[in-house]
């Protein structure tokens, strides 16, 4: 079966370029591959170009012609997912939805491509006065947006794009309860996989970031956005007040939203905007306790967090959305609301008091990884549901 695959590749600097570049050695397996790439970023992998037909895509030329199905990888990060996107509106077909809310796309969108007329007519479309509002509140700079608010699940604005796929592959029940709510065509739940991990001396690389033998290390990693919840772990950290404690966030701060938090801060917090892969996993084998909360969720699944927990680092999660279907025994979660900072604050200290505690919550959270999102099965089923979706087509 030949398909063409619509993904943001390297060197874009996404989470979602990581997974497929990742994904597709093992989906060559099961399926003959031509890349379609942004050709404002030419892919920097030199063997995608050795082992796939790699193309730009340009509109004017694309034919789906000759291809049993097209794939296509959306998320909320414009910069990513704009040729996606516009490929997927010219030719239907099936959609890797990886974030359930896609606010943050349009609107970013309708400011560069100045077309707010087209973005507020699609949130009137789908959403009537609401909608209308939700466009009134993005013009004014309202802040929070709404896709960094609890309403974000209630207008999630990814009803285009589920209207174009074919079929659409989810990460998490979660996502999958949702999308079946809103549509009659085929939907699969296939696991966020798990990665392929690099060997470590974790000795060697505490000394390469400097943290010494009785320091213990917490590190977050991935885009600086409001539903990180920063502001909480900082504080809680500062209240901890236990000088061997050094947190280290690698990450974009598009928002620039860490920079009062640090001012205030009696942590010790070091940020660095942008980490390569190996980098980034250097960082997670270094680390003693590792934070990744998101809410509130816009229904996302993390590579990020997965790496962490793969690496047997112990690690905080808030419990909510896809997050939440992750074992109680597998990472530390914590329950949104107003006793936050208190819960977090509790856990940081058991971890910090037991390094017994931290091995073996770490040693769990691998176990978890190994187990439920082993990267050979998740190729076999995208190729299963692929092939499936396009008998159906036929």
Request: charge should be negative; hydrophobic fraction near 40%.
């Amino acid at each position: 079966m030949k398909i063409a695959l619509f993904s943001p590749l390297h060197p874009m600097k996404s989470g979602i370029a990581d997974y497929t570049e990742e994904m597709l050695p093992l989906l060559r397996k099961h399926l003959e591959i031509d890349l379609y790439f942004d050709p404002q970023f030419v892919p920097t992998d030199a063997s995608l170009r050795s082992e796939f037909k790699v193309h730009p895509f340009r509109p004017e030329s694309f034919s789906a012609s000759g291809y049993d199905a097209l794939v296509y990888h959306m998320g909320n990060y414009y910069p990513a997912h704009r040729f996606v996107y516009e490929a997927l509106r010219k030719n239907p077909g099936i959609v890797v939805l990886h974030d359930y809310v896609l606010q943050g796309f349009y609107a970013r969108r309708a400011e560069v491509e100045r077309n707010f007329g087209e973005y507020r007519g699609l949130l009137e479309t789908c959403y009537g006065t609401a909608g209308t509002e939700i466009a009134d509140g993005v013009s004014r700079r309202v802040q929070p947006p709404i896709w960094e608010t609890e309403e974000a699940l209630d207008f999630p604005l990814n009803e285009e794009v589920l209207d174009l796929a074919t079929g659409v592959i989810v990460h998490s029940d979660f996502v999958k309860n949702r999308v079946q709510r809103k549509t009659a065509k085929p939907v699969v739940r296939v696991p966020h996989h798990g990665h392929v991990l690099r060997a470590f001396d974790r000795v060697a690389e505490r000394k390469k970031w400097r943290v010494g033998p009785d320091e213990i290390l917490v590190s977050s990693i991935g885009f600086v956005n409001r539903n990180r919840r920063y502001e909480l772990v900082i504080a809680a950290l500062g209240e901890l007040a236990d000088s061997r404690l050094s947190y280290f966030i690698a990450g974009e701060d598009r928002g620039k939203l860490l920079r009062d938090l640090i001012a205030g801060s009696k942590a010790r917090v070091s940020v660095q905007s942008f980490l390569p892969l190996e980098e980034l996993e250097s960082l997670i084998a270094a680390s003693d306790i590792c934070v990744n909360l998101r809410y509130p969720t816009m229904g996302e699944s993390s590579g990020a967090l997965l790496r962490q927990m793969g690496y047997a680092r112990p690690t905080l999660i808030t419990n909510c959305g896809s997050y939440a279907e992750i074992p109680d025994w597998a990472a530390l979660k914590i329950e949104p609301g107003m006793d936050e900072l208190t819960l977090l604050k509790a856990h940081l200290a058991a971890l910090v008091q037991n390094p017994d505690f931290r091995e073996s919550l770490g040693k769990e959270a691998s176990s978890y990884v190994r187990s439920e999102c082993d990267i050979e099965k998740c190729a076999q089923s995208y190729a299963d549901f692929i092939a499936a979706v396009a008998r159906g087509r036929k």
